[in-house]
């Protein structure tokens, strides 16, 4: 049984810092693709950040520069630190994991397994 349990999310002014977590078991979590999506209400869920088992990173075009996506294979946990948030991105923040094993994570329809979300709100 796969199990993501992801932390870290709250309510932060604009220019403000959050760190997220994802702990990983029941999976060989080093040998996979992970990332990060987030979808706020009425819009898809869509890549923030991914880091495959090359540990090269890619980022969504409006965070490069300001996130950062990490991974710690002993520990089984993924990160994301957000620096000088927007309020424009206030959404619910999701684990992804990417089992195909070639390809690259992009759209939603490249994940098999999805953590339950955490709320990240960015407002004064």
């Known amino acids: 049984q796969v199990q993501f349990v992801e932390s870290g999310g709250g309510l932060v002014q604009p220019g403000e810092s959050l760190v997220l977590s994802c702990s990983v078991s029941?999976?060989?979590?080093?040998?996979?693709?992970m990332g990060w999506y987030r979808q706020a209400p009425g819009n898809q869920r869509d890549l923030v950040a991914a880091v495959p088992i090359t540990h090269t990173t890619n980022y969504a075009d409006s965070v490069k520069g300001r996130f950062t996506i990490s991974r710690d294979n002993a520990k089984n946990t993924l990160y994301l630190q957000m620096n000088s948030l927007k309020p424009e991105e206030t959404a619910v923040y999701y684990c992804?994991?990417?089992?195909?094993?070639?390809?690259?994570?992009?759209?939603?329809?490249?994940?098999?397994?999805w953590g339950q979300g955490t709320q990240v709100t960015v407002s004064s």
């Open positions: 992804a994991l990417d089992t195909r094993l070639v390809g690259i994570m992009t759209t939603s329809r490249d994940v098999e397994f």
């Open positions: 029941g999976i060989a979590f080093s040998a996979y693709e």
